[in-house]
């Protein structure tokens, strides 16, 4: 049974608008929570994290929201850019991330057009 | 720093045939995972090591797969004997305590048949 899942395998994004990735996850022990994005032929790179005691964090265009009640979170990207199209993973740990491993989402590949 | 390094970047190889595939994780890191990267399964944790020592290696698929780390700096992943089903990309990261976030390495595709 997947704890983490993006249910949207892919979404596609004109240039200069927003993209917005879901994910859902069902343990309630997860309390630190990651995006990472991967490119073809690399292996995922951190983009932004959130821990629990939070609902947003923001780092230039990416915006983590996390909404504990639902137990989902998004990642936001504004304005897009053609250099973001990637697949996306969303991933998440229990204890503060202090122990353990990640677990992640199956990706949601973003294709970002001109 | 190089970041983490994998070797083969691909293997081809016949069923049946022994596989070895090798992490040499960052410098100073104390958490080495090996994970697989499938389309059906997306990303999915085989095991990870503490100081050397594995700590949980339930996602290991079978008997057939079996990982070492004899020291800091190198870990190997073995798959013996191969099948065409364990085809996938197989990717090495490594983190340092007490940070959340792994370091990837680029992975290694695998292509069994």
């Known amino acids: 049974d997947q704890q983490v899942k993006q249910n949207s395998p892919s979404l596609s994004v004109q240039e200069g608008r927003i993209s917005i990735l879901n994910c859902d996850y069902t343990n309630s022990m997860f309390d630190y929570f990651l995006w990472y994005k991967k490119y073809p032929a690399e292996g995922p790179t951190f983009l932004i994290s959130?821990?629990?005691?939070?609902d947003k964090n923001e780092d230039g265009r990416f915006t983590v929201f996390l909404n504990k009640s639902a137990k989902h979170l998004s990642l936001h990207i504004v304005p897009s850019q053609p250099g973001d199209s990637a697949v996306y993973f969303c991933?998440?740990?229990?204890?503060?991330?202090?122990?353990?491993?990640?677990?992640f989402g199956k990706g949601t590949k973003l294709s970002v057009k001109p | 720093d190089a970041g983490v390094i994998q070797s083969p970047r691909h293997e081809v190889t016949e069923m049946g045939q022994e596989v070895t595939l090798r992490c040499k994780p960052i410098?100073?890191?104390?958490?080495l995972f090996w994970y697989r990267q499938t389309m059906m399964r997306g990303l999915e944790l085989l095991i990870y090591?503490?100081?050397?020592?594995?700590?949980?290696d339930s996602g290991m698929p079978e008997d057939r797969f079996s990982a070492k780390m004899p020291n800091a700096s190198f870990s190997t992943l073995k798959i013996q004997p191969s099948e065409p089903r364990d085809s996938a990309v197989y990717f090495c990261a490594s983190r340092r305590t007490p940070s959340y976030g792994y370091t990837f390495g680029s992975g290694t595709r695998l292509t069994v048949v």
């Open positions: 959130i821990s629990s005691i939070k």
């Open positions: 090591f503490n100081n050397n020592v594995p700590i949980d």
């Open positions: 991933a998440a740990t229990p204890y503060g991330g202090s122990q353990g491993n990640l677990i």
């Open positions: 410098s100073g890191h104390d958490y």
